[in-house]
């Protein structure tokens, strides 16, 4: 089973700023999975500081989408044998952690 340091799930309804987000997500190293708007970082390949990335991510958002648009941030904790403890999820276009 595959892992994976951070999950983003999004529902942006004007095409063209679907493909800017997507490209934005890219740009920092997420992959698509599969065919759906989801994008995610595997855990090999995590090289990036989550809380640093998602306040990125936030600002983007809020300043690129519209507000109907959903973007959630899903970000696993794990212990220092890489078991994963906990999911953390997050709408970056709400107030809420």
Do not use: C
Request: a negative charge; charged letters at 35%; zero cysteines.
């Amino acid at each position: 089973m595959k892992q994976y340091k951070i999950i983003v799930i999004y529902s942006i309804l004007n095409d063209d700023q679907k493909k800017f987000y997507e490209e934005e997500l890219e740009k920092y190293g997420l992959e698509r999975l599969g065919v759906q708007d989801i994008f995610v970082l595997p855990l090999e390949e995590y090289r990036t500081k989550v809380q640093a990335f998602k306040a990125y991510l936030r600002a983007y958002s809020r300043k690129h989408l519209d507000s109907q648009d959903t973007v959630l941030f899903v970000e696993s904790r794990m212990n220092e044998n890489r078991t994963l403890t906990t999911m953390l999820q997050t709408d970056l276009m709400r107030d809420n952690e």
